[in-house]
């Protein structure tokens, strides 16, 4: 989940990774065992939505789309949406709870 009162952009990426359908289980348990991966949706012909979650501190997503490309049985691995929050209003709680944008 998304924390907008976080200090550092956080970065999301929806990505479709095509497996061979006999292997697109145990591809799906690797995926979601990667930290900040989830695999949200699995078709029986091989076809997973699986998005991809991490902060510029944190390895970035393009390194964690590479890795994930290359597992065995893994076909391809394609980025299909791209956001991060970098460019959002500077925003702080204020003593009372509530948030203050900038």
């Avoid at 697109?24 to 012909?45: C, D, F, M, W, Y």
């Amino acid at each position: 989940m998304i924390n907008l009162l976080e200090e550092d952009p956080v970065h999301i990426a929806g990505v479709l990774v095509k497996a061979f359908p006999q292997n697109i289980q145990a591809v799906a348990e690797k995926l979601n065992a990667l930290p900040g991966t989830e695999v949200h949706e699995v078709s029986n012909e091989g076809s997973m939505v699986v998005t991809v979650e991490a902060t510029d501190k944190e390895k970035n997503v393009v390194d964690i789309i590479t890795k994930l490309s290359v597992f065995e049985g893994v076909l391809d691995a394609s980025l299909i949406f791209h956001h991060n929050d970098a460019g959002l209003v500077p925003h702080a709680k204020n003593n009372d709870g509530k948030i203050n944008f900038k």
